[in-house]
């Protein structure tokens, strides 16, 4: 017997993709779902987050449920500080997941870049008296929709300021 996908007539988020794309990989580091990947600054806060990345849950006896977090940690001082506040981060972990998921953090100080560092060139910001080029224009003014009519129009700006540092024609 043959399985149909079944398509349905509106389309998906991204995120639902990702999470289905990713957990193989989470799974494989001891995470169950990469929940705490991806909401760790929600769970330890913006200051330590900036500074540490959970990398893998490695398992206790299967028996319990609690397990040791590898933790890596950016320098010598956030790391004092994580030992300091050990009871209090595995605290905000097992409130998260809503069982005694960790036991132990284990600390590997190691390099990463910070979330704030970025290869790509930060965008500036619009003025608000420029004015889109008439091609962009002419082009709206079929559009009725005025959320949409702005959002296009911003969008022309944005690409005819572009082109004009990169000095293309």
């Known amino acids: 017997m043959s399985r149909k996908k079944i398509r349905t007539q509106f389309p998906r988020g991204v995120a639902d993709i990702v999470i289905k794309l990713t957990k193989p990989v989470f799974a494989k580091r001891g995470f169950a779902d990469g929940s705490i990947v991806r909401d760790w600054q929600l769970i330890v806060g913006p200051m330590l987050a900036e500074v540490t990345r959970p990398v893998r849950i490695i398992s206790g006896n299967s028996s319990e449920h609690s397990g040791t977090l590898v933790l890596h940690v950016a320098n010598g001082s956030a790391a004092t500080e994580i030992q300091h506040n050990e009871s209090f981060i595995r605290d ?35 003025k608000t008296n420029e004015q889109p080029p008439p091609a962009t224009k002419s082009a709206l003014e079929s559009v009725d929709d005025l959320e949409v009519k702005n959002a296009l129009l911003s969008l022309g700006l944005s690409v005819a300021k572009r082109c004009a540092d990169r000095k293309i024609s």
């Open 92 to 126: 905000q972990i097992n409130t998260y997941f809503g069982f005694s998921a960790v036991k132990r953090i284990r600390l590997v100080q190691t390099f990463f870049q910070s979330r704030t560092d970025s290869k790509y060139k930060k965008l500036t910001p619009l």
